[in-house]
Nanobody, 116 residues
Framework: QVQLVESGGGLVQPGGSLRLSCTASGSIFSITAMGWYRQAPGKERELVARITTSGSTNYADSVKGRFTISRDNAENTVYLQMNSLNPEDTAVYYC??????????WGQGTLVTVSS
């Protein structure tokens, strides 16, 4: 079993920054990649950024150059640094872990609201 706990969401003005954190516990040795997805009202959940255990990253085109995903292996934590936020980034952000079995684990979600 893998558990994910997210933090860091909130309200921010356009152009501002936020950092999301996701800490994994349990059978962390089975995790091959972790990432962040988001779901805006009325839209499907979409990948924002992902990082593998080897450190490879990939990003959605809409966030390239503004968001950075990183990991602290000692703390079993993945971060999403979000800069130059705009209202289109408003969504519930979910942490995701992919296990070596192919199973996906999800966090509870954290709301990010970009508004003046």
């Amino acid at each position: 079993q893998v558990q994910l706990v997210e933090s860091g969401g909130g309200l921010v003005q356009p152009g501002g920054s936020l950092r999301l954190s996701c800490t994994a516990s349990g059978s962390i040795f089975s995790i091959t990649a972790m990432g962040w997805y988001r779901q805006a009202p009325g839209k499907e959940r979409e990948l924002v950024a992902r990082i593998t255990t080897s450190g490879s990253t990939n990003y959605a085109d809409s966030v390239k150059g503004r968001f950075t995903i990183s990991r602290d292996n000692a703390e079993n934590t993945v971060y999403l640094q979000m800069n130059s936020l705009n209202p289109e980034d408003t969504a519930v952000y979910y942490c995701n872990a992919r296990r070596s079995t192919g199973a996906e684990v999800w966090g509870q979600g954290t709301l990010v609201t970009v508004s003046s």
